[in-house]
């Protein structure tokens, strides 16, 4: 199992990025699937968390109304999204797509995780 997170970047404040996730081994209907970051100096946090289903999503308090978690499939490849939006230099770290086939979206509970990309929000 493989996945791989892309699409960071240097961003100014106020700035959007979209991250995407692909993988190979796991299928995410059969899988939660999340977002993490760590941004410097501190513990993995959870950012977002969508079920199998796609229909119901979670976002920590920190980047509710400004990202939005996703799924699509094109072309036989299904794909994780992160639409980053009104980006915050505390939003600076290291973001991770991850999955499990369990049914708690925790950074101790993730069964697959991907390399990270970085996300650097400054001006």
């Known amino acids: 199992v493989q996945l791989q997170a892309s699409g960071g970047g240097l961003v100014q404040p106020g700035g959007s990025l979209r991250l995407s996730c692909t993988n190979t081994?796991?299928?995410?209907?059969?899988?939660?699937s999340g977002w993490f970051r760590q941004r410097p100096g501190k513990e993995h946090e959870l950012i977002s968390c969508?079920?199998?289903?796609?229909?119901?999503?979670?976002?920590a308090g920190s980047v509710r109304g400004r990202f939005t978690v996703s799924r699509e499939n094109v072309q036989n490849t299904d794909t994780l999204y992160l639409q980053m939006d009104s980006l915050k230099t505390e939003d600076t770290a290291v973001h991770y797509c991850?999955?499990?086939?369990?049914?708690?979206?925790?950074?101790?509970?993730?069964?697959?995780w991907g390399k990270g990309t970085q996300v650097t929000v400054s001006s």
């Open positions: 081994g796991v299928t995410w209907r059969d899988n939660v």
């Open positions: 969508i079920s199998r289903s796609g229909e119901t999503v979670f976002y």
């Open positions: 991850a999955a499990t086939r369990k049914y708690l979206c925790t950074v101790d509970g993730m069964d697959y």
